[in-house]
């Protein structure tokens, strides 16, 4: 029993570590393609590595109460959460990390506690920018988490179970088989809700830069800002594997995960700079508006 | 036994002696007055006796003839009984009246002659002789009232008498033609020939009859001569006109019924019941108290007589069967009650309703007055409530079911105008014009007292006698007789009392009402510990709480749905009380009232038709295979009002949050479970075969999530701390009816879950709620901020809540969503597990909302000194905050208990593997989720702590603001208005549609009755007219 807890926990180190350094890459990479397609030369591929350095190097003497020094914690603590509830490649023992103890459900609900948390302490900072922004998140937050629960009740009808490993499961043996082909309808309307959910440009409002900069973060220096950015990496990680095992049939070892949820990345990045950002409202209309149209008509054909 | 002809000798006697030796007798009259009428109050009671044995019904015949020639006088049990309690009401009239007659000869002689007349009306068996008494009476009653000669009583009693002049010539042809038709005047030869009265003659006589004996009785629409004399003359007088004079010619019509052809029978009875409905709905439009008394007065002899013409013309009856039960209460209840009112009226100085705001100042005036109209109101434990309950049934037996809906319909209007008027007394502007006298105090004492005997007789005579029915009453007033005990021993001995009940009640219950028990009693009890927390005696609040939890003890032990109701309309009338001590204006606690009672309505509808159908009140069946629909949709549409649901919620914000803080709680977590416990029970009780399969629990489901859905967008926008958490109380309570509605294991399970899962997060956030505002006396968010430097206890307490009301892992709301999430898709219903999503975001939206207004952000200036909450609030906060870590780190010991006591109901789909929860979709396991969760937040958190040195926490205001220097935590805080993006997105949604309608009823209600009543024009003429429109009226509608 004990050695079995043993290996389990070494093994997330592992799933964590793995994905965390992948995941710092990524955003380096992606900061690189967006300043090209900006026309500019961009910082190096390992430039999140040296911020988190910098930002860790650096002292951390003040707070603005308990609560905004929980927030950082809080907010990793959900994106650490958040990937160790998925299983991140389907039959390795070593990236199962803690999938038994929950289903699609209580990954979705995960979601939410770094947020809560980290909007708690971004709150007791007391900075204006940061509650506006926070209200900003939440109010979109609610309107893309509907054509995305549309989505996952799709596929819940479609597999008849709410287990991410049996939903990639499902989804083995050829590609046809993956979700993108069999519940088209549910995979675009989750596609656009995580456009919302990595928050690039059109829905950018809640760090909207230029505007309320940066929103949340605002008063998070040095140390708290360093674990608030290894979670932008391992939380998007998250996301994106999630949306590897449900909708592109998962991975079965690590080069295909990186394809994978590499490709995935690539829209919202694409339409990141693409597009202009939303006011909160219009953001709010939009994901109301045809992706859950989508979402509905997904759950409508599948029901069928 | 007295021969009752000794009434007609010593009464007139008497009044002779007093008006010719009235010189002589001096003090001796008063002596004669009282002698005599004790007289006459003593004759019926030894027949009545003898007659309840079984004796038989007694005739008299005068001057030694028999019937057609000699006048007969016939006592039997209802003549006994009535002339009783009229009699008896003469009393105690008389009594009251001792100071209106002083200096007068008149007034006492008029009386004894009008009391006289009474008696003969009510035994008299001959047609000729029944005018003769009906014209002594009105002569009488005429002098009475015009006895003070204002020009005011003159004129009312002139219309009287133009009124009762054109009765008495329509009786007196009417009676003709019957004497030739049928060659007697005895009734009930009359009745025997009674095919003999045919042809033009017979029907025009049986018109002309019966349109003088509606005249008499004061029917709509020939009666704005009785509204007159109502608001004119003295208030003793009116009362003896409302009990007395009524109920005798309402007794004179009862022994004519059977003279009335089938058809005429059915106008009569259209009459009577249209009378009830729309002097009630005008009643809403009135402002004098004397007049609405009148109002309500002639509205209650129009059921009587709607009542005895529906439910005797069909079935002859005799004896003391129920049908006599209800009349004979009904007109006691409203005889007593009536009176009551009317001489309190004359204590009062002004004629507003809101003079007699005055009675705040004499608690116990004020306690009879309250009685008084529960009673009328048909409220339990007064007789009219027992009257109502076996109305419901005798009407639907009969299959009358139009008719009860018209006179539910006129039940609720009167509660409406008694209860508004209720409201305004107790809240309005204290007057001071009041006259005290003993001699007027006595009667109305009295007639309180026996009201509340009659009530135990009939409870002992319709559904048997059960102590437990009584005990909540009972130790409630004898907490309330300990007035001078301080309010923190109440709360103590209030606490005490609970648990001992628990304790007492725990072993008789079994599964679900167990489950249920705990949430009623303990956890209620728990709740009360922030009671303690307030100084004073606070007078009602804990008899209050007491009625209300005893009682729900009381509807879990329930055998028939006589007994459910009964403890419902308890509970329902005690949380009026308790909200209306708390609020500022009455109209909060009013809406409450008007839509519990309206939902009590429909639920005695349902169940009345169960009756009709199986032909029992036994709570183990409700209804048969082809009135389910029907019942079902009279039950759930009354508990869904208790619950909130969308569409009749607009009771709930108010209520919930213009209440007593430490009542908050109570009311949002704990009563509105009783709603629960309606639906769960009617969804039990209706039958598997049916309830699980009906179309109708997918409207049930779609009502839940629809008001899951609008009371998270509802709280969102509010500003108000207590409204939001009020909003979301409806919200949340959606989401178990959307889980009872599925009608599976796993919905069942959930819903429960759900259920203790809100009762504990709820009792902690408005527990929370009580202690900020009592510290910052403001319940505006906006105006709060930064309050977790001052308050980090209730800071905890919010925040552990709002985790478990968000759903978010690891706390117990995640178990209610997985439950609930996993029950919808194996039931398949997916677009209310996406709405029900979607509310559930939209949770957090509020949830931040209010953690951050009240404690984050920047803190204001002239809250610094602000300390933490009362430790009373804080207690029953940390026992709750408790029992959610435990079942969040073992849900098992929660759900296990649950999921068992649902088993026995519906086959269990749910499955354990040590600790984790299988479902046929899906796994959750708490315990490791916790243990998880735990892990990743300490590591982060150990590594910061290690990282940082000498942690030094900087001043308000010191953040990074584009170079500018915030000074002001007023313009700083983001608080106000906080989510103005979501009100442009999604605003339209919270239109207050439901408001506006309702508004729009009520309005039309008024209007229609304004309308209504402009026919009362205050002419004599008019009033002549409207008799004879009413005459030809009934002409052609008796199609002859």
Same mark, same amino acid.
């Given at each position: 029993?004990?050695?079995?807890?043993?290996?389990?926990?070494?093994?997330?180190?592992?799933?964590?570590?793995?994905?965390?350094?992948?995941?710092?890459?990524?955003?380096?990479?992606?900061?690189?393609?967006?300043?090209?397609?900006?026309?500019?030369?961009?910082?190096?591929?390992?430039?999140?590595?040296?911020?988190?350095?910098?930002?860790?190097?650096?002292?951390?003497?003040?707070?603005?109460?308990?609560?905004?020094?929980?927030?950082?914690?809080?907010?990793?603590?959900?994106?650490?959460?958040?990937?160790?509830?998925?299983?991140?490649?389907?039959?390795?023992?070593?990236?199962?990390?803690?999938?038994?103890?929950?289903?699609?459900?209580?990954?979705?609900?995960?979601?939410?506690?770094?947020?809560?948390?980290?909007?708690?302490?971004?709150?007791?900072?007391?900075?204006?920018?940061?509650?506006?922004?926070?209200?900003?998140?939440?109010?979109?937050?609610?309107?893309?988490?509907?054509?995305?629960?549309?989505?996952?009740?799709?596929?819940?009808?479609?597999?008849?179970?709410?287990?991410?490993?049996?939903?990639?499961?499902?989804?083995?043996?050829?590609?046809?088989?993956?979700?993108?082909?069999?519940?088209?309808?549910?995979?675009?309307?989750?596609?656009?809700?995580?456009?919302?959910?990595?928050?690039?440009?059109?829905?950018?409002?809640?760090?909207?830069?230029?505007?309320?900069?940066?929103?949340?973060?605002?008063?998070?220096?040095?140390?708290?800002?360093?674990?608030?950015?290894?979670?932008?990496?391992?939380?998007?990680?998250?996301?994106?594997?999630?949306?590897?095992?449900?909708?592109?049939?998962?991975?079965?070892?690590?080069?295909?995960?990186?394809?994978?949820?590499?490709?995935?990345?690539?829209?919202?990045?694409?339409?990141?700079?693409?597009?202009?950002?939303?006011?909160?409202?219009?953001?709010?209309?939009?994901?109301?508006?045809?992706?859950?149209?989508?979402?509905?008509?997904?759950?409508?054909?599948?029901?069928? | 036994?007295?021969?009752?002809?000794?009434?007609?000798?010593?009464?007139?006697?008497?009044?002779?002696?007093?008006?010719?030796?009235?010189?002589?007798?001096?003090?001796?009259?008063?002596?004669?007055?009282?002698?005599?009428?004790?007289?006459?109050?003593?004759?019926?009671?030894?027949?009545?006796?003898?007659?309840?044995?079984?004796?038989?019904?007694?005739?008299?015949?005068?001057?030694?003839?028999?019937?057609?020639?000699?006048?007969?006088?016939?006592?039997?049990?209802?003549?006994?009984?009535?002339?009783?309690?009229?009699?008896?009401?003469?009393?105690?009239?008389?009594?009251?009246?001792?100071?209106?007659?002083?200096?007068?000869?008149?007034?006492?002689?008029?009386?004894?002659?009008?009391?006289?007349?009474?008696?003969?009306?009510?035994?008299?068996?001959?047609?000729?002789?029944?005018?003769?008494?009906?014209?002594?009476?009105?002569?009488?009653?005429?002098?009475?009232?015009?006895?003070?000669?204002?020009?005011?009583?003159?004129?009312?009693?002139?219309?009287?008498?133009?009124?009762?002049?054109?009765?008495?010539?329509?009786?007196?042809?009417?009676?003709?033609?019957?004497?030739?038709?049928?060659?007697?005047?005895?009734?009930?030869?009359?009745?025997?020939?009674?095919?003999?009265?045919?042809?033009?003659?017979?029907?025009?006589?049986?018109?002309?009859?019966?349109?003088?004996?509606?005249?008499?009785?004061?029917?709509?629409?020939?009666?704005?001569?009785?509204?007159?004399?109502?608001?004119?003359?003295?208030?003793?007088?009116?009362?003896?006109?409302?009990?007395?004079?009524?109920?005798?010619?309402?007794?004179?019509?009862?022994?004519?019924?059977?003279?009335?052809?089938?058809?005429?029978?059915?106008?009569?009875?259209?009459?009577?019941?249209?009378?009830?409905?729309?002097?009630?709905?005008?009643?809403?439009?009135?402002?004098?108290?004397?007049?609405?008394?009148?109002?309500?007065?002639?509205?209650?002899?129009?059921?009587?007589?709607?009542?005895?013409?529906?439910?005797?013309?069909?079935?002859?009856?005799?004896?003391?069967?129920?049908?006599?039960?209800?009349?004979?209460?009904?007109?006691?209840?409203?005889?007593?009650?009536?009176?009551?009112?009317?001489?309190?009226?004359?204590?009062?100085?002004?004629?507003?309703?809101?003079?007699?705001?005055?009675?705040?100042?004499?608690?116990?005036?004020?306690?009879?007055?309250?009685?008084?109209?529960?009673?009328?109101?048909?409220?339990?434990?007064?007789?009219?409530?027992?009257?109502?309950?076996?109305?419901?049934?005798?009407?639907?037996?009969?299959?009358?079911?139009?008719?009860?809906?018209?006179?539910?319909?006129?039940?609720?209007?009167?509660?409406?105008?008694?209860?508004?008027?209720?409201?305004?007394?107790?809240?309005?502007?204290?007057?001071?014009?009041?006259?005290?006298?003993?001699?007027?105090?006595?009667?109305?004492?009295?007639?309180?007292?026996?009201?509340?005997?009659?009530?135990?007789?009939?409870?002992?005579?319709?559904?048997?006698?059960?102590?437990?029915?009584?005990?909540?009453?009972?130790?409630?007033?004898?907490?309330?007789?300990?007035?001078?005990?301080?309010?923190?021993?109440?709360?103590?001995?209030?606490?005490?009392?609970?648990?001992?009940?628990?304790?007492?009640?725990?072993?008789?219950?079994?599964?679900?009402?167990?489950?249920?028990?705990?949430?009623?009693?303990?956890?209620?009890?728990?709740?009360?510990?922030?009671?303690?927390?307030?100084?004073?005696?606070?007078?009602?609040?804990?008899? %209050?709480? +007491? *009625?209300?939890?005893? @009682?729900?003890?009381?509807?879990? &032990?329930?055998? #028939?749905? /006589?007994?459910?109701?009964? !403890?419902?309309?308890?509970?329902?009338?005690?949380?009026?009380?308790?909200?209306?001590?708390?609020?500022?204006?009455?109209?909060?606690?009013?809406?409450?009232?008007?839509?519990?009672?309206?939902?009590? %309505?429909? +639920? *005695?509808?349902?169940? @009345?038709?169960?009756?009709?159908? &199986?032909?029992? #009140?036994? /709570?183990?069946?409700?209804? !048969?295979?082809?009135?389910?629909?029907?019942?079902?949709?009279?039950?759930?549409?009354?508990?869904?009002?208790?619950?909130?649901?969308?569409?009749?919620?607009?009771?709930?914000?108010?209520?919930?949050?213009?209440?007593?803080?430490?009542?908050?709680?109570?009311?949002?977590?704990?009563?509105?479970? #009783?709603?629960?416990?309606?639906?769960?029970?009617?969804?039990?009780?209706?039958?598997?075969?049916?309830?699980?399969?009906?179309?109708?629990?997918?409207?049930?489901?779609?009502?839940?999530?629809?008001?899951?859905?609008?009371?998270?967008?509802?709280?969102?926008?509010?500003?108000?701390?207590?409204?939001?958490?009020?909003?979301?109380?409806?919200?949340?309570?959606?989401?178990?009816?959307?889980?009872?509605?599925?009608?599976?294991?796993?919905?069942?399970?959930?819903?429960?879950?759900?259920?203790?899962?809100?009762?504990?997060?709820?009792?902690?956030?408005?527990?929370?709620?009580?202690?900020?505002?009592?510290?910052?006396?403001?319940?505006?968010?906006?105006?709060?901020?930064?309050?977790?430097?001052?308050?980090?206890?209730?800071?905890?307490?919010?925040?552990?809540?709002?985790?478990?009301?968000?759903?978010?892992?690891?706390?117990?709301?995640?178990?209610?969503?997985?439950?609930?999430?996993?029950?919808?898709?194996?039931?398949?219903?997916?677009?209310?597990?996406?709405?029900?999503?979607?509310?559930?975001?939209?949770?957090?939206?509020?949830?931040?909302?209010?953690?951050?207004?009240?404690?984050?952000?920047?803190?204001?200036?002239?809250?610094?000194?602000?300390?933490?909450?009362?430790?009373?609030?804080?207690?029953?906060?940390?026992?709750?905050?408790?029992?959610?870590?435990?079942?969040?780190?073992?849900?098992?010991?929660?759900?296990?208990?649950?999921?068992?006591?649902?088993?026995?109901?519906?086959?269990?789909?749910?499955?354990?593997?040590?600790?984790?929860?299988?479902?046929?979709?899906?796994?959750?396991?708490?315990?490791?989720?916790?243990?998880?969760?735990?892990?990743?937040?300490?590591?982060?958190?150990?590594?910061?702590?290690?990282?940082?040195?000498?942690?030094?926490?900087?001043?308000?205001?010191?953040?990074?603001?584009?170079?500018?220097?915030?000074?002001?935590?007023?313009?700083?805080?983001?608080?106000?208005?906080?989510?103005?993006?979501?009100?442009?997105?999604?605003?339209?949604?919270?239109?207050?549609?439901?408001?506006?309608?309702?508004?729009?009823?009520?309005?039309?209600?008024?209007?229609?009755?304004?309308?209504?009543?402009?026919?009362?024009?205050?002419?004599?003429?008019?009033?002549?007219?409207?008799?004879?429109?009413?005459?030809?009226?009934?002409?052609?509608?008796?199609?002859?």
């Amino acid at each position: 029993m004990l050695q079995e807890t043993v290996t389990i926990i070494a093994y997330a180190f592992i799933s964590l570590l793995v994905i965390t350094i992948y995941g710092l890459t990524l955003n380096g990479l992606v900061m690189k393609i967006v300043a090209r397609v900006h026309g500019r030369f961009g910082p190096p591929l390992w430039q999140p590595f040296i911020d988190i350095i910098k930002n860790n190097a650096k002292r951390t003497m003040i707070y603005h109460g308990t609560m905004f020094f929980l927030g950082p914690v809080f907010r990793i603590a959900g994106g650490i959460g958040t990937y160790l509830f998925i299983p991140a490649i389907h039959g390795s023992e070593v990236f199962a990390n803690f999938s038994f103890s929950g289903d699609l459900l209580l990954v979705m609900y995960f979601f939410f506690f770094g947020q809560l948390g980290m909007a708690l302490g971004a709150g007791e900072s007391g900075h204006p920018y940061s509650a506006i922004a926070v209200s900003r998140g939440l109010a979109q937050m609610t309107a893309f988490e509907v054509p995305f629960a549309l989505s996952v009740i799709s596929l819940a009808i479609q597999y008849q179970t709410l287990s991410i490993t049996g939903i990639v499961s499902a989804q083995q043996g050829g590609i046809l088989h993956w979700t993108v082909f069999t519940n088209p309808l549910a995979t675009v309307a989750a596609l656009i809700a995580l456009l919302g959910m990595n928050m690039h440009s059109p829905f950018d409002i809640v760090l909207a830069p230029q505007e309320i900069p940066i929103g949340p973060p605002t008063e998070f220096h040095s140390a708290y800002l360093g674990l608030l950015q290894t979670n932008r990496a391992i939380f998007n990680l998250a996301k994106l594997v999630l949306f590897m095992n449900l909708y592109f049939g998962g991975a079965t070892n690590i080069l295909i995960l990186i394809i994978k949820t590499f490709s995935i990345y690539m829209l919202s990045v694409i339409v990141g700079v693409s597009f202009p950002r939303f006011r909160t409202e219009q953001s709010i209309r939009f994901f109301l508006g045809i992706p859950t149209i989508l979402g509905i008509l997904a759950v409508i054909f599948q029901k069928l | 036994m007295v021969e009752p002809i000794y009434l007609f000798i010593i009464l007139p006697v008497a009044a002779f002696l007093m008006g010719s030796l009235h010189q002589h007798l001096n003090r001796w009259q008063v002596f004669i007055f009282f002698t005599v009428l004790l007289f006459s109050f003593y004759l019926p009671i030894p027949w009545l006796i003898h007659l309840l044995k079984g004796g038989s019904t007694a005739q008299v015949f005068t001057a030694g003839f028999l019937p057609p020639i000699s006048i007969n006088l016939q006592i039997g049990i209802e003549e006994a009984f009535l002339m009783t309690i009229i009699n008896l009401l003469g009393i105690m009239g008389a009594f009251y009246l001792l100071h209106h007659f002083r200096g007068t000869v008149y007034g006492p002689i008029l009386y004894l002659v009008f009391i006289m007349g009474l008696n003969g009306i009510i035994m008299t068996r001959d047609l000729f002789n029944l005018f003769v008494f009906m014209e002594i009476t009105s002569i009488s009653l005429y002098s009475l009232i015009t006895l003070s000669g204002s020009s005011e009583n003159l004129t009312a009693g002139f219309k009287y008498i133009i009124a009762s002049g054109i009765a008495s010539i329509l009786f007196l042809i009417g009676t003709i033609y019957l004497y030739y038709l049928t060659g007697t005047l005895n009734i009930d030869v009359m009745i025997a020939s009674g095919y003999k009265i045919v042809g033009p003659a017979g029907s025009i006589a049986l018109i002309m009859l019966l349109s003088a004996i509606i005249v008499e009785l004061k029917q709509f629409p020939v009666n704005g001569w009785a509204l007159d004399i109502y608001t004119a003359s003295d208030p003793g007088i009116a009362a003896i006109i409302a009990g007395g004079s009524s109920s005798a010619m309402f007794f004179a019509a009862y022994k004519l019924l059977p003279l009335w052809s089938p058809s005429l029978s059915s106008i009569i009875a259209g009459i009577g019941i249209m009378t009830y409905v729309l002097m009630n709905l005008m009643g809403l439009k009135q402002v004098k108290a004397n007049r609405l008394l009148g109002y309500s007065s002639i509205a209650q002899i129009g059921l009587l007589v709607g009542l005895s013409a529906l439910l005797l013309h069909s079935t002859p009856v005799t004896g003391l069967t129920t049908i006599w039960i209800i009349l004979g209460g009904l007109l006691i209840n409203h005889l007593l009650a009536k009176a009551g009112l009317f001489w309190i009226s004359g204590l009062i100085k002004g004629e507003s309703l809101s003079s007699w705001s005055v009675l705040r100042k004499y608690p116990s005036l004020l306690f009879i007055f309250a009685c008084l109209l529960m009673a009328l109101a048909g409220l339990p434990p007064f007789p009219g409530f027992w009257v109502k309950w076996n109305i419901a049934m005798q009407l639907a037996q009969h299959k009358q079911f139009l008719w009860l809906g018209f006179i539910m319909l006129g039940t609720l209007l009167e509660a409406v105008y008694f209860f508004r008027w209720f409201g305004l007394i107790m809240k309005s502007e204290l007057t001071t014009g009041i006259r005290v006298r003993i001699s007027s105090l006595l009667p109305i004492f009295t007639g309180t007292f026996l009201m509340f005997f009659i009530s135990l007789t009939m409870m002992n005579l319709l559904s048997g006698f059960n102590f437990n029915m009584l005990l909540p009453i009972l130790i409630a007033t004898l907490i309330f007789a300990l007035k001078l005990i301080p309010g923190k021993l109440k709360a103590l001995m209030t606490i005490f009392i609970i648990m001992f009940y628990f304790y007492f009640l725990l072993p008789e219950l079994s599964g679900l009402y167990r489950l249920f028990a705990i949430i009623f009693f303990p956890l209620s009890a728990l709740f009360m510990i922030a009671a303690m927390n307030k100084p004073g005696y606070r007078n009602g609040y804990f008899e %209050l709480l +007491i *009625l209300i939890v005893l @009682s729900l003890g009381n509807l879990l &032990t329930s055998h #028939t749905s /006589l007994q459910f109701f009964y !403890s419902w309309e308890v509970i329902t009338v005690a949380t009026y009380l308790i909200i209306l001590r708390g609020v500022k204006r009455f109209d909060t606690a009013l809406l409450y009232l008007v839509f519990s009672l309206a939902g009590a %309505l429909m +639920i *005695l509808a349902g169940f @009345s038709y169960s009756y009709a159908v &199986t032909g029992s #009140t036994f /709570l183990g069946i409700l209804g !048969s295979s082809n009135s389910q629909i029907t019942i079902y949709i009279l039950l759930v549409g009354g508990f869904l009002i208790k619950t909130g649901a969308v569409g009749v919620h607009i009771w709930l914000p108010g209520a919930y949050a213009e209440t007593e803080d430490d009542f908050s709680p109570i009311i949002s977590a704990i009563l509105s479970k #009783t709603g629960i416990l309606g639906l769960l029970l009617v969804l039990l009780l209706m039958g598997k075969s049916f309830a699980a399969n009906t179309e109708l629990n997918t409207i049930l489901g779609w009502i839940g999530v629809l008001t899951a859905f609008l009371g998270a967008l509802f709280a969102i926008f509010q500003e108000d701390l207590k409204y939001m958490l009020a909003y979301s109380s409806m919200g949340q309570v959606g989401y178990i009816v959307l889980a009872l509605a599925l009608y599976s294991h796993l919905g069942w399970t959930a819903a429960l879950y759900l259920a203790f899962n809100h009762i504990f997060f709820k009792g902690i956030l408005f527990l929370a709620a009580a202690g900020i505002i009592q510290r910052l006396g403001t319940r505006k968010m906006y105006e709060m901020g930064g309050l977790i430097n001052r308050m980090p206890l209730s800071f905890l307490a919010v925040l552990i809540s709002i985790i478990a009301l968000s759903g978010v892992p690891p706390l117990s709301g995640f178990g209610s969503k997985w439950l609930l999430y996993n029950a919808l898709l194996e039931k398949e219903w997916y677009l209310q597990a996406a709405l029900a999503f979607f509310a559930s975001t939209v949770a957090f939206l509020y949830c931040f909302r209010l953690i951050h207004s009240i404690f984050l952000g920047q803190e204001k200036t002239r809250f610094r000194q602000v300390k933490e909450a009362s430790l009373w609030f804080l207690i029953p906060q940390y026992v709750l905050i408790a029992l959610i870590m435990l079942i969040s780190l073992f849900p098992n010991i929660i759900i296990e208990p649950i999921a068992q006591v649902m088993a026995d109901f519906i086959p269990a789909t749910l499955s354990w593997e040590g600790n984790t929860l299988m479902s046929s979709l899906g796994y959750w396991n708490g315990n490791v989720i916790m243990i998880i969760t735990m892990g990743v937040f300490m590591i982060p958190l150990i590594g910061l702590l290690l990282r940082v040195r000498s942690m030094q926490k900087v001043k308000q205001f010191n953040i990074v603001y584009a170079a500018e220097r915030p000074d002001k935590p007023e313009t700083t805080h983001v608080a106000h208005n906080f989510f103005p993006h979501y009100q442009k997105a999604l605003g339209f949604l919270v239109t207050p549609l439901v408001s506006k309608f309702w508004a729009a009823v009520s309005e039309w209600c008024h209007t229609i009755a304004g309308v209504l009543r402009n026919i009362y024009t205050g002419n004599g003429q008019t009033y002549a007219l409207h008799i004879v429109f009413m005459v030809v009226l009934i002409y052609i509608l008796a199609g002859v």
